[in-house]
């Protein structure tokens, strides 16, 4: 994507948990920036979408599962974990997310190209190496009560 | 059509004693002069969210918000595109929003250039013209009950 000036980049991510507590993550393929660490699903919000559309969308197109429930678990910015470099980008970008907690799902797991590798894990067994963004994303899902994290 | 970009954006819902809403009258140095809106602004790179809100709230209403609730997020690109392209980038913003209800603040209300009239309302009884995506957000914060709406 193309900006004409760098601003804060809105994106969503899925925390995608199954009836066992396992969140599914995947390993981002080599078409993608940040190759070779793991990630939720999720992207960019898509201009002329809204942030839940984008959700359904991202995680239909990654790995293939139809979103039923979407709950808001938090929205982050803390510029320590999403402002990363980007080789291919040739710069820092800075991302500001809202992250949504599915449990409510339909579907069989069937990933796309941007997904090298895909698996269900344990919070306290995920995998590495991780995207720098998401260990809070996934720890906040776990302890979600209803209120939504600012971060 | 001109592309569409999202741009990350923060509002405040301030209340008075009487449950009221704040609202600012746009000066005619901003866009959609002559507009009642909530007080609020573009998220900067690096920015948290919550800090984003305290900082537009104290620049343009001269406030300091020492408390603050998330209670909605907004998206809606029916309500939140911009009707004319941003000059001179010439792109439309989607302005993706994160609404701050403000529990408790400090200092009195001295309004920037930003602002050629303020005071406070019923939210079922808001002032025109006031801009399209804002009357749901002041209900939203006005009926929050600890669930973010996300629209």
């Known amino acids: 994507m193309n900006f004409p000036?760098?601003?804060?980049?809105?994106?969503v991510s899925a925390v995608i948990m199954n009836p066992e507590k396992k969140v599914l993550l995947t390993l981002r393929s080599s078409k993608v920036w940040w190759p070779g660490q793991w990630c939720l699903p999720g992207g960019h919000l898509r201009g002329g979408q809204d942030w839940l559309s984008t959700c359904r969308e991202e995680v239909s197109e990654e790995v293939g599962l139809e979103v039923v429930k979407a709950r808001l678990v938090g929205i982050y910015s803390d510029p320590e974990v999403n402002q990363l470099w980007e080789p291919r980008a040739g710069k820092k970008l800075s991302f500001v997310v809202a992250s949504f907690l599915v449990t409510d799902y339909r579907g069989e797991v069937?990933?796309?190209d941007e997904v090298s590798e895909v698996g269900w894990f344990e919070l306290d067994r995920l995998p590495t190496p991780l995207l720098v963004s998401e260990k809070i994303k996934i720890s906040?899902?776990?302890?979600?009560?209803?209120?939504?994290?600012?971060r | 059509m001109a592309q569409i970009i999202p741009i990350p954006a923060v509002n405040t819902a301030i209340f008075n004693e009487n449950n009221e809403i704040l609202l600012t009258r746009r000066s005619a140095q901003v866009r959609e002069p002559g507009k009642w809106c909530l007080p609020g602004g573009h998220l900067e790179v690096g920015e948290f969210w919550l800090d984003g809100a305290v900082r537009e709230t104290q620049e343009e209403i001269g406030i300091t918000v020492k408390q603050a609730i998330l209670c909605g997020l907004y998206s809606d690109p029916t309500l939140t595109v911009t009707q004319d392209p941003?000059?001179?980038?010439?792109?439309?913003?989607?302005?993706?929003?994160?609404?701050?209800?403000?529990?408790?603040?400090?200092?009195?209300?001295?309004?920037?250039?930003?602002?050629?009239?303020?005071?406070?309302?019923?939210?079922?009884?808001?002032?025109?013209?006031i801009l399209k995506s804002h009357p749901i957000r002041c209900l939203d914060a006005f009926h929050f009950n600890g669930t973010v709406f996300v629209r």
Not at chain 1, 5 to 11: H, T
Not at chain 2, 94 to 114: T, W, Y
Request: hydrophobic residues 40%; charged residues 30%.
């Open chain 1, 5 to 11: 000036i760098e601003r804060p980049r809105a994106a």
């Open chain 1, 110 to 112: 069937k990933v796309n």
């Open chain 1, 140 to 150: 906040d899902a776990f302890r979600f009560d209803g209120q939504a994290f600012v």
């Open chain 2, 86 to 129: 941003i000059q001179p980038e010439g792109y439309r913003g989607q302005f993706v929003v994160a609404l701050f209800k403000v529990l408790s603040f400090e200092g009195d209300i001295h309004p920037n250039h930003e602002v050629d009239d303020w005071d406070w309302f019923d939210p079922n009884n808001l002032p025109e013209p």
